[in-house]
Structures are given as C-alpha cells and as structure tokens.
C-alpha cells in the first residue's frame, strides 16, 4: 500500500463560494475532531457543480503543500444520493471528495490508489445521521479530520478499487496538425486556463492559438504586449492562457467554461 505520513495540514477545495456558514461549518468540524490540524483554503470559488475544475486545480497545486496533507474536496451535485465517498493515496498525500470524476485525474497524475470508503466503518468513527444536503460537512470534512489526525490510516476505511466514476473532462486531441482542447476556468482576472499544457505543445515550433474566431500569438508574458493586446501564454500551474493586457479575455473574446480552443502551427511543419 501507497505510504502517507499525515503532516497535519489540511487543504479544502469547494464550489461553496463565500456566502453563508458552509465553510466555516466545515472547518468548525476538523477544528472539533483535530484541535492542531492547519487548515488551508485552495479555492471555494470552483465552478458550481463542475467537479472537473476542482480536480483540475487539485492536479496542478498537490505538488506546493508538504507530503502528508490530507488534500478535501467537495463539489457534489449528486449530494445525498448513492454516490460513493472516495479517497485517494499517493504521491506521500491523500486526497478525499465525492466518487463524481473529481478525482479521477488526480489517481492518474500521482499514479494513486483509490479506496471506496465503507459505510460500516464511518460508523466507527462516528460518521452518521448525514444531511441529505451537506455531506461536506457531515460525511467529508470528519474523513479528513480523523485522516489528518493520523487516528485512523486511509486504507482502513474501505477498499481498493479501479471502478471510480472517470473524468469529465476529454484530455486534449491532436487531429491532423492541430491540437484542440477546452477552456477549464477563468481567473479573476479574465484569463482564460484551458487543459492544454506545456508538454501538449512540445512538438509545434511556432504554435498559435485560434479562439472564439481569433488567431493569437504566444508571448512570455503579460507585460511582453500593449494594453488590450490578446496573447497566448504558459501560465505558473504549466497549462495554457489565454489573457488580454491589463484587460479582461474571457470579457473581451466573449469564451468561457468548456469554449473550444486550438493550437496550430505559426507556418506549417518543416
């Protein structure tokens, strides 16, 4: 079985947002179950019911907290009804959401196993009486307690298995000369993060993107261009952006979750 050492830190990823007591109830839970756990906020601004974006940026940020975290994540549109519980072991961390697609590309990228969490052993722990509308904090957020606590080891809450619900989300296509993929989020800025990453892009030499009928050109970054100038870019989580100089892209060329996004040669292959 995959090693894990829990470090104490917890990290909580949700589609929550900021408006009302969900997060803080969240937290008043791990507080109540591990005293010393250091909770972190990734992001509570995830897409509402899009597990795939919070999978997404779970993928890219694991790698900047120290081995040992408990990594928790609820975006959960199936919320109350059969869907499992499921928690993932690898890369020294621990991942723990709905069984929805959340965590499918994460047991990809760590080359993790993943356990189906048993009802029976919840029990145990004291995990009953869910809300058939708030398992973040009912069902989630004591799992990640009591993991993090280092009270009970990940792969004694239920077993292994294969059979996970897998990504909604296709990883990007190569069709002929160009690539397509899609654009996973927006920033706060407007920036467009799409699923193509740096290594996507290794065999075009002179690669541009076209979007929404726009044909854009690569650049280091943002301040290489003129104000309201669209620029293509590999952003610090390695995927590509697509952003408008001190102005808003997603606004500006009018493309948002799930817009078609393509790469091309500059000039054709020589």
Request: glycine content about 12%; hydrophobic content about 45%.
């Amino acid at each position: 079985m995959t090693d894990f050492t829990p470090s104490g830190v917890i990290t909580v990823t949700t589609d929550f947002g900021h408006r009302g007591p969900f997060v803080g109830t969240m937290k008043g839970v791990m507080i109540t179950r591990f005293p010393n756990a250091r909770i972190i906020d990734l992001t509570h601004e995830v897409y509402v019911h899009w597990p795939a974006e919070a999978g997404f940026w779970l993928e890219r940020s694991f790698q900047y907290f120290p081995s040992g975290t408990v990594h928790l994540a609820v975006v959960d549109p199936g919320v109350g009804t059969e869907r499992s519980a499921l928690i993932v072991v690898g890369a020294g961390h621990v991942f723990v959401a709905p069984d929805n697609g959340l965590l499918a590309d994460v047991i990809e990228q760590t080359g993790g196993t993943a356990i189906s969490v048993d009802a029976t052993c919840l029990a145990g722990l004291g995990i009953e009486h869910l809300s058939a509308t708030f398992h973040g904090r009912d069902l989630f957020a004591p799992l990640a307690a009591e993991i993090a606590s280092g009270r009970v080891a990940p792969w004694a809450l239920g077993r292994v298995t294969h059979d996970y619900i897998p990504s909604l989300i296709e990883p990007p296509e190569r069709r002929g000369k160009e690539l397509h993929g899609i654009v996973i989020t927006s920033d706060h800025f407007g920036n467009l993060i799409t699923n193509i990453s740096r290594a996507d892009l290794a065999k075009f030499k002179r690669p541009m993107v076209r979007a929404a009928g726009h044909e854009i050109a690569f650049y280091r970054t943002y301040g290489d261009v003129q104000p309201g100038t669209v620029i293509a870019l590999i952003n610090s989580f390695e995927v590509l952006e697509i952003a408008c100089a001190e102005k808003n892209a997603a606004t500006m060329l009018g493309l948002g979750r799930g817009g078609p996004v393509s790469v091309l040669e500059t000039y054709g292959n020589d």
